[in-house]
């Protein structure tokens, strides 16, 4: 299973975005060794379930500091972290009715790490400069 390494390309240049980005990096890591060491399903569900606590945290998190620096990308990056937690929501419950299936597991993993990667590219990024902008230019 694939692995993402944190390099430059994916920081938003927001500490403390950018050091939860890192802790959501590291799980999906984490959730790919419990596939690929066969585990088995509790490690795999103790995963997904902080993989959900910890994304629904980080999005408020996220969203809280776009709405204080009057970010225009909030109201597409909310819309964004909406569509990760319902694809998450629908993917854990097939995982679930699947009975612990590993290629559900699998698909897990890959869907909502790449989109995961994805969003930081795209939306992150922006949503990083727009905090920066804000952050010096109220100093």
Request: aromatic content about 8%; proline content about 1%; overall charge negative.
């Amino acid at each position: 299973m694939q692995k993402f390494e944190w390099t430059d390309s994916l920081s938003v240049g927001v500490p403390m975005i950018d050091t939860q980005h890192k802790e959501l990096i590291a799980a999906f890591n984490d959730l790919s060794d419990a596939i690929e060491q066969g585990t088995g399903s509790t490690s795999i569900k103790k995963l997904l379930v902080f993989l959900q606590y910890f994304t629904e945290w980080h999005f408020g998190q996220e969203e809280s500091c776009a709405a204080k620096h009057k970010c225009p990308i909030a109201g597409t990056n909310q819309q964004a972290h909406a569509k990760f937690l319902e694809i998450f929501g629908e993917l854990k419950t097939r995982y679930r009715e699947s009975g612990a299936s590993e290629e559900i597991a699998r698909q897990v993993h890959t869907q909502l790490a790449d989109w995961l990667v994805s969003h930081i590219m795209t939306i992150d990024t922006q949503l990083g400069q727009c905090i920066r902008h804000r952050s010096t230019s109220v100093a």
